[in-house]
């Protein structure tokens, strides 16, 4: 893909508005540094005047290192507009010197045509993160409607700075991975809300930790004409305003590294109906690009510990199994068709072979689904792999709180994100609720009590009259009970009691009566649309289990354990009200 640096000026000179507290350093070290014949882009990383070898320094296709001045000597075609360093463990970047700014600054914009050479030098401080927390939030989708921005400043940023204050508190450092659709490509115009008003957003409400961020499908500008540059030219605003698409860093004994695992389309159609601004169907590829893994082969290459475990953030899951009980992998990437295919995912996969432990975390889909995908033995290459696909923090686009219920995504679980600890090399995890934190990682629901709220109910008995492919709960047998665990794994553990004596439990999979109700009803009767498809199919909820109690008004202990040990209880009182605010 030829893209010229004349090109990358005027996409930024066309920018809507101007990003005034760019995270890019503009630090200029008072070590020396001479460009070396051949090179054009040079310069010093240093800690407190002192120099730092060994740091990986890169323009998104060459990759060097620090010599022992601290000096790094590039020489680049420049088209990818910036240059960025590897963090190494033991150090951070430091942020925005100037007003609030969570993100830090590891890059910087290249500002001279290629035939020059040009200076960027890079400061680090130093810091104990060997122990330290990784928050993973993703799918924010801000686009200033549906009361968004209050929703995440009341209810959202509460939520986070809670859990980060109980490590702060223990003196355990906390960061945060954002996996893109920050924004909405679709309103960027409508309601003048795209990704650099996301990043004002973060310094306004005080983020609390340090935010590495990669982009999602909705973080391109659907102004962008289709055409053999889409991909590149729709990032520009994106990379403006947070840097590089891909990069990577390191904390205590883990590497991360940051993808763009989406290719913009954006072909147009006729009698296509789309935002202010918008030129085509915002339609994309789930595919990490040959100039992406080529990076990463030579950033892999720096990584000589292989027991380092390899984290992977980007918007898109790589894998999921095909249902629950099965031990068969699908794979969301696409090949030049644009079909779902193993074989690119496969292939991606490959880059990781050597090393012990592969985490992918992705967001996308806002639904929770933990992919241990040693369970397809037909892929021995992924015997080290777990695939975490996170809920979104939106939810289900911010609508069930608007419509006065919890926040919940589209598999009914809590809109939320996901925590892991890393303490040096071990790396444990659980999922946070944004209305309940991390204390509760179920919900059970009478069945009884759902069966009577749906007979006397006139707008649920409407929907089903106008879908009558959804579940009828109106119908159900007597006594059921339907438990929900979010982040269920086949690792996790679930327990029945009823008066003393264990329950069978049957794995099925099922509509969410309360995702129904808080979602599909509000966006159909409410609004007098009382026929829409895609309504019409129920929204099957992976993670449900099933019991059958011996009485309507039996008591019910469940404990629920996850897979590093940690349990979770609820003296379940039958009957049980069902309701949109039900916990």
């Given at each position: 893909m030829k893209k010229s640096f004349i090109g990358i000026l005027l996409a930024v000179v066309m920018l809507t508005t101007a990003w005034s507290a760019s995270a890019q350093s503009a630090f200029h070290s008072s070590l020396p540094a001479k460009a070396k014949k051949g090179a054009n882009i040079y310069g010093v990383v240093e800690c407190d005047g002192t120099p730092v070898?060994?740091?990986?320094?890169?323009?998104?296709?060459?990759?060097?290192?620090?010599?022992?001045?601290?000096?790094?000597?590039?020489?680049?075609?420049?088209?990818?507009?910036?240059?960025?360093?590897?963090?190494?463990?033991?150090?951070?970047?430091?942020?925005?010197?100037?007003?609030?700014?969570?993100?830090?600054?590891?890059?910087?914009?290249?500002?001279?045509?290629?035939?020059?050479?040009?200076?960027?030098?890079?400061?680090?401080?130093?810091?104990?993160?060997?122990?330290h927390v990784m928050l993973t939030i993703t799918d924010i989708h801000i686009s200033n409607q549906l009361?968004?921005?209050?929703?995440?400043?009341?209810?959202?940023?509460?939520?986070?700075?809670?859990?980060?204050?109980?490590?702060?508190?223990?003196?355990?450092?906390?960061?945060?991975?954002?996996?893109?659709?920050?924004?909405?490509?679709?309103?960027?115009?409508?309601?003048?809300?795209?990704?650099?008003?996301?990043?004002?957003?973060?310094?306004?409400?005080?983020?609390?930790?340090?935010?590495?961020?990669?982009?999602?499908?909705?973080?391109?500008?659907?102004?962008?004409?289709?055409?053999?540059?889409?991909?590149?030219?729709?990032?520009?605003?994106?990379?403006?305003?947070?840097?590089?698409?891909?990069?990577?860093?390191?904390?205590?004994?883990?590497?991360?590294?940051?993808?763009?695992?989406?290719?913009?389309?954006?072909?147009?159609?006729?009698?296509?109906?789309?935002?202010?601004?918008?030129?085509?169907?915002?339609?994309?590829?789930?595919?990490?690009?040959?100039?992406?893994?080529?990076?990463?082969r030579k950033d892999l290459a720096l990584v000589a510990d292989k027991s380092t475990p390899i984290v992977v953030g980007f918007h898109c899951p790589v894998y999921r199994f095909i249902t629950d009980n099965s031990t068969k992998l699908r794979s969301y990437f696409q090949n030049e068709e644009h079909k779902r295919d193993m074989a690119p995912a496969l292939a991606f996969s490959e880059l990781f072979k050597e090393f012990d432990e592969v985490h992918y975390v992705s967001g996308h889909t806002h639904k929770l689904y933990t992919t241990r995908c040693k369970r397809d033995t037909r892929y021995p290459v992924l015997a080290n792999t777990i695939d975490h696909n996170v809920g979104g923090i939106c939810g289900a686009w911010w609508f069930t709180g608007a419509h006065g219920g919890l926040h919940l995504a589209p598999d009914g679980a809590p809109a939320g994100f996901k925590v892991f600890t890393m303490n040096d090399k071990n790396i444990e995890w659980y999922y946070t609720s944004i209305n309940d934190g991390p204390q509760k990682q179920f919900r059970t629901f009478d069945l009884n009590e759902v069966k009577r709220y749906y007979e006397e109910s006139g707008e649920v008995q409407i929907f089903l009259q106008n879908h009558d492919k959804r579940t009828r709960f109106d119908h159900s047998e007597p006594n059921?009970?339907?438990?929900?665990?979010?982040?269920?794994?086949?690792?996790?553990?679930?327990?029945?009691?009823?008066?003393?004596?264990?329950?069978?439990?049957?794995?099925y999979p099922m509509e969410n009566p309360q995702y129904t109700v808080s979602y599909y009803i509000p966006k159909s009767v409410w609004r007098r649309a009382l026929f829409v498809k895609r309504y019409n199919a129920p929204e099957k909820t992976e993670h449900m289990f099933h019991v059958t109690a011996s009485a309507p008004n039996t008591t019910l202990e469940i404990t629920v354990t996850d897979p590093f040990g940690r349990t979770y209880t609820e003296t379940m009182t039958r009957p049980k009200a069902f309701s949109k605010m039900m916990r």
């Open positions: 070898a060994g740091v990986a320094v890169s323009d998104g296709y060459e990759v060097v290192v620090t010599d022992k001045k601290g000096v790094y000597q590039i020489s680049s075609e420049k088209r990818n507009g910036n240059v960025f360093i590897t963090i190494p463990s033991g150090y951070e970047a430091p942020t925005a010197t100037e007003g609030f700014d969570p993100v830090p600054e590891f890059w910087a914009h290249l500002a001279a045509d290629v035939a020059t050479a040009e200076r960027h030098d890079f400061r680090l401080t130093k810091v104990d993160n060997r122990n009361g968004d921005l209050d929703q995440f400043k009341s209810v959202v940023m509460p939520s986070i700075r809670a859990e980060v204050e109980k490590y702060r508190t223990q003196g355990i450092p906390v960061y945060t991975m954002c996996l893109g659709d920050s924004s909405f490509d679709l309103f960027w115009y409508d309601y003048m809300f795209d990704i650099g008003d996301f990043r004002s957003m973060l310094g306004k409400d005080r983020y609390p930790t340090m935010l590495f961020h990669t982009m999602g499908n909705h973080d391109n500008d659907g102004a962008t004409p289709c055409n053999a540059d889409t991909d590149f030219n729709a990032t520009a605003r994106y990379r403006e305003v947070f840097g590089p698409t891909y990069y990577s860093f390191n904390i205590g004994g883990v590497h991360y590294i940051m993808l763009d695992d989406i290719r913009y389309i954006n072909q147009s159609k006729d009698g296509m109906k789309q935002g202010k601004n918008i030129v085509g169907t915002r339609n994309y590829d789930h595919i990490v690009t040959e100039e992406q893994k080529e990076w990463l059921h009970v339907a438990i929900h665990v979010w982040d269920w794994d086949h690792d996790w553990k679930i327990s029945v009691k009823e008066n003393g004596v264990e329950l069978p439990i049957e794995h």
